[in-house]
């Protein structure tokens, strides 16, 4: 079974200051793991992704996730937050096993940016 | 190039009525999947299409759900005898092959609301 849990549901943090979104997985197997961003009122976006290459993935927006296996973590870092990241992120690992090409999702992360 | 669209991007109905859901996905994507986004609740999966292969309908909460996929192309979710827990946002998605570091591009999703 594989499963996300992604802790603090609301995250507040000021402009300009860093931000840190926790991402734990239990998985089986090695998996693909996934940052996903959703902006009110749109569709989800892809900040970056894990596919087993580099353990530090940077993606768009100046985001990027480091994947620990010891820890089964992959949190989502940014060093200064923009009023342009209030959003809700999420955690999603992916497992391809004999065609079962599942995704979960962890809950998600409402981020708010105090300017 | 065209991303996935869906249709309709709002719908209302009354309960205990049916509705039909659509999803185009990006042409040449082999991968189409069905999710339902309800408040504070996080992504449900519900249903994965994987070219000819047999759909994995895992995620369907109940009878009343059902999915295809025509032509291996466009997709309808139906729900049958719809109640209020029904009313979400019911995202698609399409994934150009298999692969565990392919991400999923997502439509924007329909909001349905039962009455």
């Known amino acids: 079974a594989q499963s996300v849990t992604q802790l603090d549901s609301h995250v507040s943090v000021s402009e300009g200051t860093p931000v840190l979104l926790r991402c734990n997985y239990s998985?089986?197997?090695?998996?693909?793991l996934f940052w996903y961003v959703q902006h009110p009122n749109k569709g989800l976006q892809l900040l970056l992704k894990?596919?087993?290459?580099?353990?530090l993935v940077k993606g768009i927006n100046g985001f990027e996730a480091e994947f620990k296996k010891s820890e089964t973590s992959f949190h989502l870092t940014k060093p200064s937050a923009h009023m342009s990241d209030a959003a809700e992120y999420f955690c999603?690992?992916?497992?391809?096993?004999?065609?079962?090409?599942?995704?979960?999702f962890g809950k998600g992360n409402q981020v708010v940016v105090i300017p | 190039g065209a991303g996935v669209s869906q249709s309709p991007s709002n719908k209302v109905t009354e309960k205990g009525k049916d509705v039909e859901l659509r999803c185009d996905p990006i042409?040449?994507?082999?991968?189409l999947y069905w999710y339902r986004q309800s408040l504070g609740q996080g992504l449900e999966f519900l249903i994965y299409f994987q070219g000819n292969s047999a759909p994995d309908k895992s995620g369907l909460p109940s009878d009343r759900f059902s999915a295809e996929r025509t032509g291996g192309s466009v997709s309808t979710l139906t729900i049958q005898r719809t109640q209020q827990e029904d009313s979400a946002v019911y995202l698609c998605?399409?994934?150009?092959?298999?692969?565990?570091?392919?991400?999923?591009?997502f439509g924007p999703g329909t909001r349905l609301t039962v009455l």
């Open positions: 999603v690992v992916s497992l391809t096993f004999y065609g079962n090409n599942r995704l979960a």
């Open positions: 998605a399409s994934r150009p092959r298999e692969g565990r570091g392919n991400e999923q591009f």
């Open positions: 998985s089986s197997y090695s998996p693909s």
């Open positions: 894990y596919t087993s290459a580099a353990t």
């Open positions: 042409s040449g994507h082999t991968a």
